[in-house]
């Protein structure tokens, strides 16, 4: 597995654990590498991870907005708990990294939902990841 592929399953799970715990970002990272010491992860995943995490963190109310406004008849509290992040995950990739190939956002995106989501999840995350990378490049 790639490492920006493992790094964004990272976050994904940190974001799982951040939106059903309420705890803060910061204990919550120390929480997860500190279980996962024994795993040797590699810096570089880490950093990755970390950087879109912070980046969520720290934007989420902008990207909140985004994918409430492109997710048609889906309220965002009554998505699923994984759907909402991966969209969070990729919409801070897709609003606020200009270094990371849209299309790379959202193909991981919708991998993600495959493995962790329901059936239909890949469809629902590309539609929406799709409408926002649309507006973006207007």
Known sequence: MRKRTRAREFALQILYQIDITHDQLDSSLDNFWQAHTDDNIDEELKSFANS???????????????????ATNWQLKRMAVVDRNILRMSGYELIFRDDIPPKASINEAVELAKKYSGTDAGKFVNAILDKIKIEKNR
């Open 52 to 70: 879109l995490l912070h980046g969520v963190i720290e934007n989420l109310e902008v990207i909140d907005s985004n994918i409430s406004k492109h």
